[in-house]
């Protein structure tokens, strides 16, 4: 039998997050050019059939959340971690005016925790209106910041989100949902 110490078994615990995108291609990307268009595309795509699901679908999916709460979470960190250079090389701060981007990210967990107690993945009117919103200011961001910029971003939130799971939370962070 093999011999396992306790810092063995309490990473074995852990839940991994999967890299989207490494330091290498951050440094690679273009600093003066939005993601590519098909990127774009397909990124946005995703995120309205996702929300569209939330709305409308019988039964939504666990992707279609997800695709959502990515994006939100995206915003979070765009608007916490900047300012950012856009693709002219001006500074761009990007700020939650409204207040929506607490408002979307609380309506996404609770929809998490409905689902997570039997029931479906659905958003009440304001949090459709708040994630509508704030998805709507992701789509105007990724033509605004550069390639550079939006995958610092990613990485940035996929830090986060390892860190929150490592049990490293801030104050405002809302308790993860992994469906």
């Keep these: 039998m093999k011999k396992t110490t306790a810092y063995a078994r309490k990473r074995a615990h852990r839940t991994h997050v999967i890299r989207t995108y490494d330091h290498l291609t951050e440094l690679a990307a273009s600093p003066t050019q939005p993601l590519p268009r098909e990127k774009i595309e397909h990124q946005l795509t995703r995120m309205w059939e996702g929300l ?30 900047g300012p950012w250079l856009d693709c002219e090389g001006r500074q761009v701060e990007i700020k939650d005016e409204a207040g929506l981007l607490q408002d979307a990210i609380t309506a996404l967990a609770m929809a ?16 459709i209106l708040a ?4 998805l709507e200011d992701y789509a105007a961001i990724l033509e605004v910041l550069p390639e550079r910029a939006m995958i610092r971003a990613h990485r940035l939130t996929e830090k986060r989100i390892s860190e929150i799971i490592a049990g490293r939370s801030r104050p405002h962070d809302v308790e993860i949902i992994d469906l």
């Excluded at 998490?112 to 949090?127: N, T, Y």
């Design 52 to 81: 569209a699901a939330i709305e409308k679908a019988p039964e939504p999916t666990t992707d279609d959340w997800r695709v959502c709460s990515d994006a939100v979470n995206l915003m979070e960190t765009l608007t916490t971690a």
């Design 112 to 127: 998490g925790k409905r689902h997570r107690a039997g029931g479906h993945i659905r958003l009440d009117a304001p949090g």
């Design 131 to 134: 994630v509508r919103s704030i």
